[in-house]
């Protein structure tokens, strides 16, 4: 199977965050579009996501095709994933045993950990995560086109600004061209708890997203 590999690009300045991603850098950024994590089928709503980076930090936009938003968790580290959120698994050592997991709902709570993983063989019987890791100096903002909750939205966007100094584990603090990340791009859609649609930018070959060894790459330009 070929992994996707994901340019991003470095801009000069830091974006300006609305949660709509309508700073003008991001007409610069790549777009990856999220499919169905086994067959990369395009899901029932459109969803892609783009990455811009700078001296200070990566930056992550979602655009999330949806006509019912809902939520209702607001504490940090809640189980957003048993409802609606988009999700970041970033491996910056390429390591692929160690990676970061930074999920947002639509209310802009954040899960954040910090996971150790085993082999292919073993797969979820041995995974560590932390969920005590924040991530540092981390910025979020979500934007909803339409009312939380009330049928007939169109849809909900998330960015993200995560400084390079809360990523642990590539050999340069903040990323020099060519360096390569590991790296995938999920979100999880939901008219009811625990009832789920799921998409993914690589392919992880079964509905689990805890599979790094099936995660594309990051490659800074």
Not at 31 to 46: D, N, S, W
Not at 49 to 72: H, M, P, R
Not at 152 to 169: M, N, Q, R
Request: net charge negative; hydrophobic share 35%; aromatic share 12%.
């Amino acid at each position: 199977m070929k992994f996707p590999t994901y340019l991003c690009k470095r801009i000069d300045r830091e974006l300006t965050l609305t949660g709509k991603a309508d700073d003008p850098l991001w007409g610069m950024a790549e777009t990856a579009v999220l499919g169905h994590p086994v067959t990369g089928e395009p899901g029932k709503f459109h969803t892609n996501a783009k990455l811009l980076s700078n001296d200070c930090c990566l930056y992550i936009a979602f655009q999330c095709e949806d006509d019912y938003v809902w939520g209702t968790h607001t504490e940090r580290d809640a189980p957003i994933w048993k409802q609606e959120c988009v999700e970041v698994f970033i491996c910056p050592s390429g390591k692929i045993r160690q990676y970061f997991e930074i999920n947002v709902s639509p209310r802009n709570t954040v899960f954040d950990t910090a996971v150790l993983n085993g082999t292919p063989e073993d797969g979820r019987h041995n995974i560590i995560s932390l969920p005590q890791y924040d991530t540092p100096g981390m910025v979020t903002k979500v934007h909803i086109d339409g009312e939380l909750g009330v049928q007939g939205a169109k849809g909900w966007s998330a960015e993200y600004a995560i400084p390079f100094t809360a990523l642990i584990g590539a050999d340069h603090l903040v990323p020099v061209s060519g360096d390569e990340w590991r790296l995938n791009l999920y979100r999880l859609d939901s008219y009811e708890e625990n009832k789920l649609d799921y998409y993914s930018w690589a392919e992880v070959g079964k509905l689990d997203f805890h599979r790094p060894w099936m995660f594309g790459t990051l490659k800074f330009a």
